[in-house]
């Protein structure tokens, strides 16, 4: 690309910006952004994509400064990579704390109203949350698209997992997922015949092998219905082997380290367990990889740095206008430029809570008035102990396979469903470890020296931390909104969410946690568990307390559905009220189910692809042309 050099940020002209018109306008250089911009672009369709934070993450320098940063924060949180950005600030895990009555602000970037505080971050920078996330790339189940139907419970998609699934094979491609499908095959997730993952699964680490033995075929009862537990692994948007019979024999070419102008094949995961927040070797898929390829057809200009600030409809069709946003040269200064953004179609795929925020900021809460409203995360139930033998924690890509029997079943009707992870890298998400605990063992062991590293070896490398992914349905409670008394540096309104549990949730977690207790025994495990009744995501149910973590799975802020009177979008992601106008992402979603949403709403990125394509296909043909 002639305006792009290796190691500078790729950076188009606002001015020269807000004097074109594009075919599409899209909001939010993620994964949700990248796979439409690229889709389009391959097409022969200008693409024009508004990046709120800083344009370094597709040269090599820029990545290798992220990695830099991460290995020297005292603080290794989700965001520890990136800088902080005044004009595009994002929320950390380190600055959560729920607003108390009277105050006049709150500490972190989102405004928490409660009842519980949610610690759920994204990342404001091209890639999006890809450049932080875990990797995990589970389909849904066919069951999580009829809540309503089958259990009475949350809501319908509009779509079933059937219509999804020949979408759902197009974003494994572009992620690249490590899985075997004979892994897969349960609860009803159904394969075409033949059908094989891009590579194969990320081989099984010698702590799930021994959890494997002493736990598969162990079975559990809920609400009258048995389980059988088998460890399995889990699918991953890493790099792994390719597997030879995929695409009718042709194969897979993972891609590796990506800049604009390089795309280095290989680098498969070297196990460095620190997948959350960065990949060092870019094992891990993160959407410049698909960036990258939009940007090589010439037809996609990126503007990073500009902060949408309003959609501004026209009044009398409400069809969308253009975006307003404000361009700013210097993170670390509020000075901007304020242009607009001109296209056919215009896409805001920022994430679930920026997209709704700035839909309300717009004044646009929808004729169903259900923009922002339910809100999703996934909470996380952490539980931690040490195996009665050394196990090689702390080896291999941070979770390599997991428990996933209770994701489905009739007991649904009663109760949220779970996944179970099994990690790697030990307790470091419940306590900080291996930090944590070196310093209990010298400040409170009084251990030095040879006798310091024996039992640092042996408490470390037996370390098991269970990771149970709860179900949360949508609640109309549960909420993003504005409020004028929040702004950030550049004048924009900041998000304020309501966030609570419902009892359907906290009885799966408190399921969660007697299953935990169970598997323990089975296993010989020593409970470590212990949960703080001081910590900020601390909740009581039922005579018993829990710390409840957020996935960082935000979703359900702008849902999709049959009518423009119990929804925002329809099946294919578009605006009920604005024709013009497409509002992608987990935000789209009406329920989550069990499986991290990185993957589905890549399916659903490829099928608004195809029906923007063919909108804008139909607009310039020749008999469209005629009859205007």
């Not at 989700?78 to 895990?93: D, E, L, T």
């Amino acid at each position: 690309m002639s305006n792009t050099t290796l190691g500078k940020p790729h950076r188009s002209d606002p001015a020269d910006v807000s004097s074109s018109i594009y075919d599409v306008v899209i909001v939010g250089a993620g994964v949700s952004g990248a796979i439409i911009a690229n889709e389009l672009s391959q097409t022969g369709f200008r693409v024009l994509i508004l990046e709120a934070g800083p344009g370094h993450d597709l040269t090599i320098p820029g990545y290798e400064q992220y990695l830099s940063r991460f290995y020297a924060s005292a603080s290794k949180d989700n965001n520890a990579p990136y800088p902080r950005n005044r004009n595009a600030p994002m929320p950390r895990s380190t600055d959560v704390r729920r607003l108390q009555p009277g105050e006049p602000d709150a500490s972190g970037y989102i405004v928490q109203n409660g009842p519980l505080a949610l610690d759920s971050t994204y990342t404001r920078v091209v890639g999006g949350t890809t450049m932080h996330w875990e990797g995990k790339a589970l389909r849904m189940l066919p069951e999580d698209f009829e809540m309503r139907t089958r259990f009475g419970r949350g809501l319908d998609w509009p779509i079933s997992y059937e219509q999804l699934a020949p979408y759902y094979r197009k974003a494994e491609f572009e992620l690249g997922v490590s899985a075997d499908v004979e892994d897969q095959a349960y609860h009803g997730i159904r394969f075409d015949p033949g059908y094989v993952y891009p590579m194969r699964g990320i081989p099984a680490s010698y702590l799930d092998k021994t959890v494997a033995r002493g736990l598969n075929g162990a079975e559990v009862t809920l609400r009258g219905e048995k389980f059988a537990l088998t460890v399995r692994g889990t699918p991953q948007a890493r790099n792994g082997v390719p597997n030879p019979r995929y695409d009718g024999g042709k194969g897979y070419v993972p891609v590796g380290a990506v800049s604009v102008e390089q795309v280095e094949q290989g680098e498969r995961c070297q196990g460095n367990n620190n997948c959350v927040p960065i990949c060092p070797v870019q094992a891990k898929y993160h959407a410049g990889k698909t960036l990258v390829k939009a940007l090589a057809t010439g037809r996609v200009k990126l503007l990073p740095q500009a902060v949408a600030s309003k959609v501004v409809i026209d009044p009398g069709n409400g069809r969308v206008r253009h975006i307003e946003f404000k361009a700013y040269s210097d993170p670390g200064s509020t000075e901007h430029a304020t242009g607009i953004a001109r296209g056919r179609v215009f896409v805001l795929a920022a994430n679930a809570v920026e997209n709704a925020r700035l839909m309300l900021a717009s004044d646009l809460p929808g004729t169903s008035n259900l923009v922002g409203r339910n809100l999703m995360d996934h909470p996380f139930l952490l539980t931690w102990g040490l195996m009665p033998e050394i196990t090689g924690t702390l080896r291999g890509t941070q979770s390599t396979s997991g428990i996933q029997d209770l994701r489905g079943g009739a007991f649904r009707r009663h109760q949220a469903a779970f996944a179970v992870s099994i990690h790697n890298d030990g307790w470091s998400w419940a306590t900080g470890s291996p930090y944590s605990v070196l310093a209990d063992i010298v400040d409170r062991q009084n251990q030095f020296g040879a006798a310091l590293r024996r039992r640092l070896v042996d408490q470390v490398s037996r370390q098991l931390q269970l990771a149970f992914m709860v179900e949360l349905l949508p609640d109309q409670n549960n909420r993003v909104t504005v409020d004028a008394r929040y702004t950030d540096p550049l004048g924009n309104l900041r998000p304020v969410i309501s966030y609570g549990l419902s009892d359907y949730t906290l009885d799966g977690i408190a399921y969660s946690r007697r299953l935990s207790r169970l598997i323990f025994q089975r296993l010989g495990v020593e409970d470590h568990t212990t949960y703080d009744p001081l910590d900020y995501a601390y909740v009581s149910y039922k005579g018993e307390g829990y710390t409840v973590r957020g996935g960082n799975h935000w979703a359900g802020t702008h849902i999709m559905g049959t009518s423009a009177k119990d929804s925002v979008v329809d099946g294919a992601q578009r605006s009920w009220d604005h024709e013009n106008l497409y509002l992608v992402g987990a935000g789209s979603m009406p329920t989550t189910g069990t499986s991290n949403t990185t993957l589905t709403l890549s399916a659903l990125s490829f099928l608004t692809a195809e029906r923007i394509r063919g909108e804008l296909d139909q607009d310039r043909s020749p008999a469209t042309i005629a009859a205007a």
